[in-house]
């Protein structure tokens, strides 16, 4: 106990700098994604043989381990959080791509039958049909993406992207037990984070959507 409380005094800061760095990565990976899944997936609504192509060519992607994955891409994108968050997308759109189609596409044609009939346009039953009734399966996609997107994070402090993974890789390395210790318990703290955020958000989508 007393070691873990002496790193903690001695080394909060690098656990600070740690945790920053990988919320950068989270980040960025996941405002990326989440655009490049929705253009796609809207592109897609009214494509579904060219959306079942698509999906089994992110599942390919998908199934590439990814230190394999970091391998192949760092002579074009070389060390660091660029090769890291390129990787984090590409496995991200598997997930997202499949939960948004999933969400805007799988709806009632009775549903959208009667919106056509009451004369809206595609623009105007995505917004106010398609997307509010797409809410649920969006958010578990999102929610499937931050968690796989902060466990892979991880892994890329292989390639010196930083964040939790250097303490965890650190502390495995040298049998550190207490740097282990933080590098998964800051991991868990950040999906928990994430998931009642975006929890919130989710709920207020919805009660918006319910006033209107």
Request: hydrophobic share 55%; aromatic share 6%; with cysteine.
């Amino acid at each position: 106990m007393d070691r873990f409380i002496d790193y903690t005094v001695n080394h909060y800061d690098k656990l600070i700098d740690a945790v920053l760095q990988h919320l950068a990565i989270v980040g960025l990976t996941l405002l990326i994604s989440i655009a490049l899944a929705m253009i796609t997936a809207i592109v897609l609504i009214d494509h579904q043989k060219t959306a079942d192509w698509i999906m089994r060519s992110w599942s390919m992607v998908y199934a590439i381990p990814s230190l394999a994955l970091f391998a192949l891409l760092l002579p074009l994108t070389g060390l660091g959080i660029r090769t890291a968050v390129v990787v984090l997308v590409l496995y991200n759109q598997y997930i997202l791509v499949r939960a948004f189609v999933e969400g805007l596409c799988r709806i009632d044609p009775g549903v959208l039958e009667a919106a056509n009939g009451m004369g809206m346009t595609k623009g105007q039953i995505l917004k106010k049909i398609r997307f509010p009734l797409a809410v649920d399966a969006m958010a578990a996609g999102i929610r499937i993406a931050i968690i796989s997107t902060i466990g892979i994070a991880t892994i890329a402090a292989t390639i010196g992207a930083g964040g939790l993974g250097r303490i965890l890789f650190d502390g495995m390395r040298t049998q550190n037990s207490v740097k282990i210790i933080w590098g998964t318990v800051l991991s868990v703290l950040m999906v928990l984070l994430a998931n009642a955020i975006l929890k919130a958000i989710e709920n207020r989508i919805r009660k918006r959507h319910a006033a209107a």
